[in-house]
T-cell receptor, first 117, second 111 residues
């Protein structure tokens, strides 16, 4: 079955440009997460959604970063006026919400590697 | 605050056991996870343990949890060259919400 997919896989942009990163979660998964992973570090939480509602955006570093999931499926992470420090791997994950509230595994996509020149 | 610490590198010989260690600070974490990252691939969940358990075994993998010391370890028995990867421990509530990851331990398995 299809896992979490992300596009593009690689993005090179110039400082000051806007970029949009896309995440397509596993079909039927209610929750969708965005993480950022710098080289040599673990993923760092940015934001997450249940359905189309943004539940927590405490990890977004500043107001240049925004995310949406308008129909509760595909999500877009947008970075405006990119800076060199935004260069990183951006990872998306999705999970079910179990009625029994058992452990809900987050399944990760391959990531988008962003390089800001 | 929330923090997860791991040693950065581990090198073992093929066939030996590997032990990767992790410490965490958030005593409210309900689940602790081990993820594996191979080059060009996403993070793959290996195993997880509920915080009221001491040990969990899954084939070659054994997870030990010392809740008093907030110490988690992953033991890989009979390590193979295919086990070479970066291993991340993470903590979370297990019911939605963010995972807090360590910085990863790079495991190198020499033939």
């Amino acid at each position: 079955g299809a896992g979490v997919s992300q596009s593009p896989r690689y993005k090179v942009t110039k400082r000051g440009q806007d970029v949009a990163l896309r995440c397509d979660p596993i079909s039927g998964h209610v929750s969708l997460y965005w993480y950022r992973q710098a080289l040599g570090q673990g993923p760092e939480f940015l934001t997450y959604f249940n359905y189309e509602a943004q539940q927590d955006k405490s990890g977004l570093p500043n107001d240049r970063f925004s995310a949406e999931r308008p129909e509760g499926s595909i999500s877009t992470l947008t970075i405006q006026r990119t800076e060199q420090r935004d260069s990183a791997m951006y990872r998306c994950a999705s999970s079910l919400i179990s009625r029994q509230r058992r452990q809900e595994t987050q399944y990760f996509g391959p990531g988008t590697r962003l390089l800001v020149l | 605050g929330e923090d997860v610490e791991q040693s950065l590198f581990l090198s073992v010989r093929e066939g030996d056991s590997s032990v990767i260690n992790c410490t965490y600070t958030d005593s409210s974490s309900t689940y602790l996870y081990w993820y594996k990252q191979e080059p060009g691939a996403g993070l793959q969940l290996l195993t997880y343990i509920f915080s009221n358990m001491d040990m969990k075994q899954d084939q070659r993998l054994t997870v030990l949890l010392n809740k008093k010391d907030k110490h988690l370890s992953l033991r890989i028995a009979d390590t193979q060259t295919g086990d070479s990867a970066i291993y991340f421990c993470a903590e979370g509530s297990g019911q939605g919400g963010k995972l807090i990851f360590g910085q990863g331990t790079e495991l190198s398995v020499k033939p």
